[in-house]
């Protein structure tokens, strides 16, 4: 499970490109894609390109972003980071 204080990467097997504003993520080792919708690529986008972000932060700024209550912005950060994290196209640290 994704906790608040933890900073995500996309797996280094991972490939994932941007398409019409949307995300697709290509794990290597088995060959299943994932598509991204608009609040997810959202997210993977705040985490920022230094990858430097934990999950608090990034939910901050999805609060802010969307105007929308923290506590809603973390539930889906966390559930949306699980996921992927389900689906081994991210890892946590």
């Given amino acids: 499970m994704i906790m608040l ?5 996309i797996r280094k097997n991972v490939l994932w490109k941007i398409i019409d504003g949307e995300i697709i993520l290509l794990n290597l080792k088995n060959s299943e894609y994932f598509s ?3 609040t997810g690529s ?3 986008e705040l985490n920022g390109k230094d990858r430097q972000r934990t999950v608090a ?4 700024l999805l609060a802010k972003e969307l105007q929308i209550s923290i506590e809603t912005a973390r539930r889906d950060t966390q ?3 699980n996921t992927l994290l389900k689906y081994q196209l ?4």
């Fill in 5 to 9: 204080d933890e900073k995500i990467h």
């Fill in 36 to 38: 991204v919708n608009d």
């Fill in 42 to 44: 959202k997210i993977l």
């Fill in 57 to 60: 932060e990034i939910s901050s």
């Fill in 79 to 81: 559930k949306f980071l």
């Fill in 90 to 93: 991210i890892e946590a640290d």
